[in-house]
């Protein structure tokens, strides 16, 4: 079938250019696939149709995200078609469709981070404590965690410093550093990591298929935790630690162009969505303390 092949070649593209995951590639992939079923020759599609498709997608009530995830697939396949010259016009050119404005992501306050953690004083659970604090003190993305190896970690000896190496989106590594009490944690859980697990090359194993802590087992440990401290279930997630992590960075001082590289961020763009959390909790303080309205900010 000639749509597969057009696909198997732009996912060569892709794979060789961009370095992009194998769950990348079968996203775009997939949303190729779905194009295909509403237009069966796609070497003939037009603006128009490009126009449909995406009246059809609302009109089939996904998620705004979903579709701008499936138009940005066929805006990369229909330039690949172009550079190819598999066609002659690109239907994508100047397609903007209309997009409402991105919510804020949920953040937690200091405030409320120091009462999580703070909840390891009572429990005893050294694997979670190591998993918070690491989440907490190098803001990583929740895959980023649970595929942590023993492997990852790096020791400065010199500088009496402990670094996590980091393979992120895309394939694309880094290194961060870890604050004492992350290491201190990591430390305590390793002194009491089981016997068992000795062979096993993950830092957070388990008995899953994958040989680790899943991000699912995870998130549900996370939110007992939170539930236990009177933080409601709904308000927090692994990725909410990630924006906590960088929300609270930036308002103690941190540039952005730090903030980015510890995050992963393949743009500065992605990472200034911080830059508005912090002016929105400023303009909730000054609407709720009639005082600092006679302020100039």
Do not use: C
Not at 62 to 68: A, E
Not at 254 to 265: N, V
Not at 271 to 291: A, F, M
Request: overall charge positive; aromatic content about 8%.
């Amino acid at each position: 079938m000639q749509i597969e092949y057009l696909i198997e070649r732009f996912q060569e593209m892709l794979a060789a250019e961009r370095n992009l995951s194998l769950q990348s590639l079968a996203s775009y992939k997939s949303d190729i696939i779905k194009f295909y079923k509403f237009k069966e020759n796609i070497l003939e599609t037009t603006r128009q149709d490009i126009e449909n498709y995406i009246d059809f997608l609302k009109s089939s009530n996904q998620k705004q995200t979903s579709i701008m995830r499936s138009i940005s697939a066929l805006r990369q396949f229909f330039l690949f078609l172009h550079d190819e010259k598999e066609i002659l016009q690109n239907p994508m050119i100047d397609i903007k469709p209309k997009t409402k404005n991105k919510p804020l992501p949920k953040v937690l306050s200091e405030e409320e981070m120091t009462l999580l953690l703070s909840r390891f004083e009572l429990k005893s659970n050294a694997k979670l404590k190591a998993m918070l604090h690491i989440l907490y003190g190098a803001g990583l993305r929740v895959s980023e965690l649970v595929n942590l190896t023993m492997d990852s970690i790096v020791q400065d000896k010199e500088r009496d410093k402990t670094f996590l190496l980091i393979n992120g989106k895309g394939n694309r590594e880094r290194i961060v550093p870890l604050n004492d009490l992350a290491v201190e944690a990591m430390r305590d859980y390793l002194v009491s990591r089981k016997e068992k697990f000795k062979f096993n090359k993950y830092l957070f194993p388990s008995y899953s298929k994958k040989g680790h802590i899943t991000r699912q087992g995870f998130a549900k440990l996370l939110k007992e935790l939170a539930v236990e401290v009177g933080i409601p279930k709904s308000k927090i997630s692994p990725h909410v630690i990630r924006h906590a992590f960088a929300t609270h960075l930036l308002s103690h001082g941190a540039d952005l162009l730090s903030i980015q590289k510890l995050l992963g961020h393949k743009s500065i763009a992605t990472t200034q969505i911080y830059t508005h959390i912090s002016n929105e909790k400023i303009k909730r303080l000054v609407e709720n303390n009639p005082n600092l309205k006679k302020l100039e900010l």
